[in-house]
Every structure is written in C-alpha cells, then in structure tokens.
T-cell receptor, first 118, second 111 residues
C-alpha cells in the first residue's frame, strides 16, 4: 500500500469555525509533512513530524495546530482562519533518512483537502 | 534561504523531447528531486539526483551538476498525458528531510 489518504476532500468553513484535516498512511513511514499550496504556486512546507514529534514548524500562524497521535496519523486543527488561508492542504509521508547524497528521497503525497474560508 | 529557478511554461509537440532546466542556490543541499503534478492532483515523485550525472527512469531522465548548481528533467516521446506542472525541489536536512520547491514549469503537450 503506497497510498496517503486525506479527509475531507473539500471543506468550507467560516472564520469562527473549528475544523480538522486528517491524513493517514500505512507504509511504515516515520516522517510526515503538511504543505499548503495556493493556485498556480508550488507546495510550501508548513510542519514536519519525525517519529511522532514535531521537528519543523515553518513559522506557521498559531491558528494552524498540527497533531501526530500515532505513526500512521497526522491531523491539522484549524481555528479562526482567514480567507487568505484558502488553499489546497497536502499531507505527505516518507522514510526517515540518515542524510547524505545516496538513496532516494521520495515523499508520497495525499490528494489534498481543498479548503475554502468564507 | 533556498532558491530554485525554472521556466514558468514550456510547450512541446507530442512525440518530441523536452528539457526543463532548474538552477538552484541552497544551503545544506543533498540533492535535487523532480515532481509532477496534474491539475487538481497531488505531486508525484519522478526522480532524485544525489550525485552528479544522469538518472534514467523510462521516458524520463534527470541530470545534476553540483559544480554548476544546475539540473534538468528530460522527457522523451512526449504524450498528451505528460501535460502537467513539473517542480524541481531541493532536498535538505537530515532525518525528516525538507523539500523546497521551485515555482514549477507548466508543460503543455500539443498534437
């Protein structure tokens, strides 16, 4: 199974709502990622989890709160979002690599959640 | 910070060969990856170059020159389904490594 699943596929929320995005993988990957992608732009890294611990937070506003309850699941909790937060939110997973130039650094992406904030 | 430059758009004819270039200025660089993304779809991994030289995977090849901070993706025998956005991405960090994507190249394959 080389699939990363994300739910929901689409989400419309008001600026006062609280919602959560979910991501799941069963490839045994111990690194999981959240990206934000605006239309016609590249994915931008938001958070990285390694062995269920937050290792990188790319200065993301606190209205986005990640959570990694176990090695297969990754959540992104949303609260008091702004209309400019509307975007495609992508989850990805990968093996944890030792670094260096050898090997393959492949990330597997889920289909994303299309978020609209009204 | 990390910076990767690639052309914004390329158009090529079905059956032809196209090369998408990527130049980079990064720190902590391990290698260069390439991802394909169809409209409305998720990025999918195409290739990775950690060492200088050419990597070939079917119709796709990728090249890296560390001394020139330059790489390219070569697509041969173009098919209509190859119409998509192609991103180069630098790989940096250890453990849970990071990808920093270039702005992407929109490839249109025409009959």
């Amino acid at each position: 199974d080389t699939e990363v699943t994300q739910t929901p596929k689409h989400l419309v929320m008001g600026m006062t709502n609280k919602k959560s995005l979910k991501c799941e993988q069963h490839m045994g990957h111990r690194a999981m990622y959240w990206y934000k992608q605006k239309a016609k732009k590249p994915p931008e890294l938001m958070f990285v989890y390694s062995y269920e611990k937050l290792s990188i937070n790319e200065s993301v506003p606190s209205r986005f709160s990640p959570e990694c309850p176990n090695s297969s699941l990754l959540n992104l909790h949303l609260h008091a979002l702004q209309p400019e937060d509307s975007a495609l939110y992508l989850c990805a997973s990968s093996q944890v690599r030792a670094g260096g130039t050898s090997g393959t650094y492949e990330q597997y992406f889920g289909p994303g959640t299309r978020l609209t904030v009204t | 910070g990390q910076s990767l430059e690639q052309p914004s758009e390329v158009t090529a004819v079905e059956g032809a060969i196209v090369q998408i270039n990527c130049t980079y200025q990064t720190s902590g660089f391990y290698g260069l990856s390439w991802y394909q993304q169809h409209d409305g779809g998720a990025p999918t991994f195409l290739s990775y170059n950690g060492l200088d030289g050419l990597e070939e995977t079917g119709r796709f090849s990728s090249f890296l020159s560390r001394s020139d901070s330059y790489g390219y993706l070569l697509l041969q025998e173009l098919q209509m389904k190859d119409s998509a956005s192609y991103f180069c991405a630098d790989v940096s960090g250890a453990g849970s490594y990071q990808l920093t994507f270039g702005k992407g190249t929109k490839l249109s394959v025409i009959p």
